[in-house]
Nanobody
Framework: QVQLVESGGGLVQAGGSLRLSCAASGRTFSSYAMGWFRQAPGKEREFVAAINKSGGNTYYADSVKGRFTISRDNAKNTVYLQINSLRPDDTAVYYC???????????????????WGQGTQVTVSS
Protein backbone atom coordinates (compact mmCIF):
# COMPACT_ATOMS: atom_id res chain seq x y z
CA GLN A 1 0.00 0.00 0.00
CA VAL A 2 1.29 3.44 -0.94
CA GLN A 3 -0.27 6.69 0.19
CA LEU A 4 0.50 9.84 -1.76
CA VAL A 5 0.07 13.43 -0.60
CA GLU A 6 0.60 16.34 -2.97
CA SER A 7 1.45 19.88 -1.99
CA GLY A 8 2.72 23.09 -3.53
CA GLY A 9 -0.21 24.15 -5.65
CA GLY A 10 -1.62 27.65 -5.63
CA LEU A 11 -2.56 30.75 -7.56
CA VAL A 12 0.18 32.20 -9.75
CA GLN A 13 0.39 34.70 -12.56
CA ALA A 14 1.18 33.63 -16.08
CA GLY A 15 4.91 33.26 -16.54
CA GLY A 16 5.43 32.29 -12.93
CA SER A 17 6.68 29.07 -11.41
CA LEU A 18 5.61 26.50 -8.90
CA ARG A 19 7.16 23.40 -7.42
CA LEU A 20 4.80 20.58 -6.64
CA SER A 21 5.78 17.86 -4.21
CA CYS A 22 4.32 14.44 -3.65
CA ALA A 23 5.26 12.63 -0.47
CA ALA A 24 4.80 8.88 -0.39
CA SER A 25 4.33 6.67 2.64
CA GLY A 26 5.82 3.24 3.04
CA ARG A 27 9.22 1.76 2.42
CA THR A 28 8.62 0.66 -1.16
CA PHE A 29 8.70 4.04 -2.88
CA SER A 30 11.70 3.11 -5.02
CA SER A 31 9.76 0.10 -6.37
CA TYR A 32 7.35 2.40 -8.18
CA ALA A 33 7.66 4.64 -11.15
CA MET A 34 5.92 7.93 -10.50
CA GLY A 35 3.79 10.15 -12.66
CA TRP A 36 2.06 13.49 -12.62
CA PHE A 37 -1.31 13.94 -14.28
CA ARG A 38 -3.68 16.87 -14.41
CA GLN A 39 -7.37 17.44 -14.91
CA ALA A 40 -8.87 20.74 -15.94
CA PRO A 41 -12.56 21.51 -15.45
CA GLY A 42 -14.66 19.72 -18.04
CA LYS A 43 -11.69 17.80 -19.42
CA GLU A 44 -10.31 14.32 -19.01
CA ARG A 45 -7.31 13.59 -16.87
CA GLU A 46 -4.16 13.88 -18.94
CA PHE A 47 -0.58 12.73 -18.62
CA VAL A 48 1.94 15.41 -17.72
CA ALA A 49 5.23 13.76 -16.76
CA ALA A 50 6.67 10.54 -15.38
CA ILE A 51 9.91 9.23 -13.98
CA ASN A 52 11.15 5.68 -13.70
CA LYS A 53 12.03 3.94 -10.45
CA SER A 54 15.65 5.02 -10.33
CA GLY A 55 15.05 8.51 -11.67
CA GLY A 56 17.21 7.86 -14.69
CA ASN A 57 14.49 8.21 -17.27
CA THR A 58 11.82 10.88 -17.59
CA TYR A 59 8.86 11.32 -19.90
CA TYR A 60 6.85 14.42 -20.73
CA ALA A 61 3.72 15.38 -22.57
CA ASP A 62 4.51 17.49 -25.61
CA SER A 63 2.56 20.41 -24.11
CA VAL A 64 4.91 20.71 -21.14
CA LYS A 65 8.31 19.79 -22.59
CA GLY A 66 10.87 22.45 -21.81
CA ARG A 67 8.72 23.99 -19.07
CA PHE A 68 8.13 21.16 -16.59
CA THR A 69 10.75 19.03 -14.88
CA ILE A 70 10.02 15.88 -12.90
CA SER A 71 12.47 14.54 -10.36
CA ARG A 72 12.49 12.22 -7.40
CA ASP A 73 14.38 11.69 -4.18
CA ASN A 74 14.08 8.07 -3.15
CA ALA A 75 15.74 8.78 0.20
CA LYS A 76 12.93 11.22 1.00
CA ASN A 77 10.13 9.20 -0.65
CA THR A 78 9.22 12.28 -2.64
CA VAL A 79 8.63 13.15 -6.27
CA TYR A 80 8.66 16.71 -7.53
CA LEU A 81 7.29 18.63 -10.47
CA GLN A 82 8.97 21.95 -11.21
CA ILE A 83 6.66 24.03 -13.34
CA ASN A 84 8.05 27.09 -15.10
CA SER A 85 6.61 29.58 -17.59
CA LEU A 86 3.10 28.82 -16.41
CA ARG A 87 0.24 29.51 -18.78
CA PRO A 88 -3.49 29.88 -18.10
CA ASP A 89 -4.11 26.55 -19.84
CA ASP A 90 -1.96 24.86 -17.20
CA THR A 91 -4.77 25.52 -14.73
CA ALA A 92 -5.89 22.16 -13.37
CA VAL A 93 -5.84 19.83 -10.43
CA TYR A 94 -2.49 18.06 -10.46
CA TYR A 95 -2.28 14.48 -9.25
CA CYS A 96 0.70 12.33 -8.53
CA UNK A 97 0.45 8.59 -8.96
CA UNK A 98 2.52 5.44 -8.56
CA UNK A 99 2.80 2.55 -10.98
CA UNK A 100 4.53 -0.75 -10.21
CA UNK A 101 4.67 -2.24 -13.69
CA UNK A 102 6.36 0.56 -15.56
CA UNK A 103 7.09 0.39 -19.27
CA UNK A 104 7.37 3.16 -21.82
CA UNK A 105 3.67 2.61 -22.52
CA UNK A 106 2.24 2.11 -19.04
CA UNK A 107 4.16 4.95 -17.46
CA UNK A 108 2.26 7.46 -19.62
CA UNK A 109 -1.21 5.91 -19.23
CA UNK A 110 -3.30 6.70 -16.16
CA UNK A 111 -5.15 3.38 -16.42
CA UNK A 112 -2.06 1.44 -15.37
CA UNK A 113 -1.34 3.41 -12.22
CA UNK A 114 -1.91 1.70 -8.89
CA UNK A 115 -2.10 4.54 -6.40
CA TRP A 116 -3.19 8.16 -6.58
CA GLY A 117 -2.94 11.24 -4.43
CA GLN A 118 -5.82 13.57 -3.68
CA GLY A 119 -4.57 16.30 -6.00
CA THR A 120 -3.41 19.88 -5.62
CA GLN A 121 -4.97 22.84 -7.42
CA VAL A 122 -2.86 24.99 -9.72
CA THR A 123 -4.50 28.15 -10.99
CA VAL A 124 -2.75 30.44 -13.44
CA SER A 125 -4.11 33.93 -13.96
CA SER A 126 -3.54 35.86 -17.17
Amino acid sequence: QVQLVESGGGLVQAGGSLRLSCAASGRTFSSYAMGWFRQAPGKEREFVAAINKSGGNTYYADSVKGRFTISRDNAKNTVYLQINSLRPDDTAVYYCAAVFVATVVTIQDAHYYDYWGQGTQVTVSS
